[in-house]
């Protein structure tokens, strides 16, 4: 692995802050990749990438509930035809099965089209999966995740991908219990960590039990709903409880709500945008060695 990280430390290239993915799609993905880069697909959509490792959060749905920003056409088109910067997306994480996270037959059609990727979803989603045809054929993609709230949360190992695994209730806690929504804390190529919190409650209730596990690894950014931007709880976990040094709101809706406008947070609003990712130093703890090893597909090992 050092060896790997150090040839694509000798790609050296600057990216400017935020460019759109025109521009992006034009350049050499293995050699923008390595900076470390989250791209903005609409909604929970995310692209993060690093080296070459590619996931994808969230980034099949249809429904906006006239309020959210749907995936454009032409990045989606570019997803599913594998067009780069989406040219080598080894795994597509499912925070929860609501329609403007998810859609089944959106990702059975991708995982046909892309037999290497692997698909990570709560198992309501999978569940979801099971009435379309072609599932019983991507048994070697799928892999579900079935927690219970209150439950440790797991942790899972795909080639240089490390996924730690929690349930923090869906937001309207005590409504809305039965959903299974994961909050994913996810380490490429163990130089960057990124944190998809899906429409997790912003009440620290949830997240205070598992104190000793946020501070484990830092994680360089966050990206947290919007409401954990415009309410004191969801700010305070920002900033006190899950040991993430940098945050990005995303689920922001097209309209973009004034108190959000005037916070002074950094959000996601518009579609094919990308950041940087924070790179961690060994020091902060990234390189620590798995405790438990589960892989999803013994034979990619
Ligand atoms: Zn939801
Ligand atoms: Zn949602």
């Known amino acids: 692995m050092k060896n790997m990280v150090l040839s694509f430390l000798m790609f050296v290239v ?7 993915v025109t521009h992006h799609l034009k350049m050499n993905s293995a050699v923008i990749a390595q900076a470390g880069e989250v791209t903005y697909l609409g909604n ?31 990045i989606r088109v570019a997803i599913f035809s594998g067009k780069a910067p989406f040219d080598s997306i080894e795994m597509i994480l499912i925070s929860h099965a609501h329609g403007d996270h998810f859609d089944a037959k959106d990702v059975i059609e991708y995982l046909k089209a892309h037999p290497k990727t692997k698909l990570l979803a709560p198992t309501q989603a999978i569940d979801q999966l099971k009435g379309i045809d072609g599932f019983d054929d991507l048994q070697n993609q799928v892999r579900g995740v079935d927690l219970a709230y209150g439950d440790q949360p797991v942790e899972l190992y795909f080639k240089g991908i490390k996924v730690e695994v929690v349930r923090i209730p869906h937001a309207g806690w005590p409504g809305r219990a039965d959903v299974s929504n994961l909050v994913y804390r996810v380490t490429l190529n163990e130089v960057v960590t990124v944190m998809h919190m899906g429409d997790a409650d912003p009440d620290d209730v ?21 409401w954990f931007l415009t309410s004191e709880s969801g ?60 892989i999803i597909n013994d034979s990619d090992k």
């Not at 995310?46 to 032409?74: A, E, K, R």
């Not at 700010?235 to 709101?249: E, M, P, Q, V, W």
């Open 44 to 74: 929970a959509g995310l692209m993060v990438s690093h080296g070459d490792q590619q996931i994808m959060f969230d980034p099949f749905f249809h429904n906006h509930y006239n309020n959210y920003q749907l995936v454009p056409d032409d």
């Open 235 to 294: 700010k305070k976990i920002l900033s006190d409880r899950i040991n993430a040094t940098h945050h990005t709101g995303v689920h922001v809706p097209v309209k973009v709500p004034d108190e959000l406008k005037s916070s002074g947070e950094n959000y996601f609003s518009q579609p094919g945008k990308v950041l940087q990712l924070k790179q961690m130093s060994p020091d902060e703890g990234l390189l620590k060695k798995p405790s438990v090893k589960s």
């Open 206 to 226: 949830h997240f205070k039990p598992l104190s000793n596990y946020w501070q484990k690894l830092v994680t360089g950014n966050a990206f947290p709903p919007y």
């Open 14 to 20: 600057f990216i400017t802050n935020a460019h759109d």
